[in-house]
């Protein structure tokens, strides 16, 4: 079989032959040598239908990393002849398009030359109207293109060509429209290179975002427009890609001016609707948070002595993340010093919100002294060291607080001296605690907290009692974790600790948190409550109860 065009034209045999030869460096060397590349090219514009996909597959393969196919690509007018393919069939394939657009990305490649060919022949109309396409496999090769063209050489002109209002924005937006509604991208796609580079490495971040709103001006927030889905997903976007480029000064300033448009809309919603009817606002709050967290991180990932984080200081972030936390109302404290939960406080935005900005707060300490003295001068500490709480609706929120408090104090001398002078001056009483049947009090030597037993003493009498409430209800384990004998057994044991260390066998039972929580299995609650009575039953003096004698409880196995 021939493995070159010859002047009598080709067959489809000899194409798919030609084909498997330019898939390897040594048969692309070898077609170039032959002339191959010419020959296709001089045949491309008078291409039928079944011979111009195999031929533009061709052309690709033989672009792909060969600097002389390349260069005679663009001898051979290569750019007039791909182009023509585009408008000689009456319906262009989405196949057909999207291959040209391999061909200008492969040959773009070979050099500034190459760039600014491809650039002047088919920016801005032409890659326009390729981006109206509704085909992602099409935006994303339209992507590989312009993504090649921005890289290297006189890339910040093009890019900034790429970013004008009238001439390249419409391409970027059009794009970003049609990507929005795949499901999932993957990561190696051209789509996130090209946007990880225009709106996070280069100045084009708010551009991008604004002009994907509902209104084309700047500060939404301010005419009560919420985000549009659009905005959401070019968010979602670079959240996923921000590890992979390096974070420039002008987008994280964006971030956070629209953050605080963000929770400008949100806190506005969130007084005539409830936290799920506050529309995209939130999604994107949640977002702008985790990416100013991220930013918040480079000098930590990196060793260039930029740190975009810096400029922060000059928009008072911190002022801004200890409001949010003030904004948020903890809890007060009844008279008796139980915790009472307002019932006017204000919602958190989102699940994990108050997490989030601590968060930020804890990358944005580490290494800066002038963040740590800043928190000390708004009165921050205290309210820092009230986020050290477990709570079940914020996984990690302790840990994420405990490290913050750390990063607050590492090598800062006032920080921790101001520490050392908070004063422990009364107790607090959470809910758990106190259906426990327990109190914290402060020991008078020590000065340090302590758990106090809130129930009455027991007598023999009373503890038989129990022991047959505890029969009454061994069936029910829900009344029996809640039941007044069940408390009463664990407040006996709990003051009896020199009788209770002569049963080892029952001390790690009682030391258990399935005891403590009152919150295992019907089974393993049985069997624990079980062995507390069955001790308690061989006391003497219970034994010789009145109810003891008249019910004549036995011990259970």
Known sequence: ????????????????????????????????????????????????????????????????????????????????????????????????????????????????????AVWARFFPVWFREISRSSDPAICDALCGVLNTCCTAGEYRRRLSELCELERGLPILLNIVITMSGVCVLQKEAYFYWLLGKVCIEETYFTLVFQGLSSVNIIGIASCGVDFTKEQIFLLETLLDGMLSFPISKNFALGVLQILIEAYTITTASSLTKSVAETGHANTALQYLLL?????????????????????????????????????????????????????????????????????????YLHGRKHVQDEIRKQDGIPLLLQQCIVDESYPYMRKIATLTIRNLLEGNVANQYEVAQLELKEPLITPQIAQMGLRVEIDEDTQRPKLVNILPDLDAQTLAQCIYEFDLNVASPRCLSTSLATKALISFIAQAPTTLATDQALKPTLSSNAVCRLSCPRRQLWLIFALIRNYLCTREAIRHSPIWINNGLPLRQ
């Open 291 to 363: 990416m100013l967290r991220d930013i918040c991180s480079c000098k930590q990932r990196s060793t260039s002595t930029e740190d975009p984080a810096d400029l922060f200081q000059c928009e008072d972030l911190i002022e801004l993340l200890l409001r949010f936390l003030r904004e948020l109302e903890p809890p007060i404290t009844s008279d008796n010093q139980e915790i009472q939960p307002l019932s006017s406080s204000k919602l958190a935005p989102y699940q994990g919100f108050q997490k989030d900005v601590v968060s930020i707060i804890c990358n």
């Open 1 to 116: 079989m021939a493995t070159h065009l010859g002047d009598e034209g080709d067959t489809l045999e000899t194409l798919e032959h030609l084909l498997q030869v330019s898939q390897t460096a040594a048969g692309r060397a070898r077609l170039n040598a032959e002339g191959t590349l010419t020959a296709v090219l001089r045949r491309l514009s008078s291409s039928p239908s079944p011979f111009l996909l195999p031929r533009l597959y061709l052309v690709r393969n033989l672009c792909y990393c060969d600097h002389a196919n390349q260069e005679a690509f663009l001898a051979a007018g290569g750019l007039d002849r791909v182009a023509s393919a585009l408008i000689g069939e009456p319906s262009v394939s989405m196949e057909i398009v999207r291959t040209v657009l391999q061909v200008l990305a492969s040959v773009a490649a070979g050099g500034e030359a190459h760039m600014d």
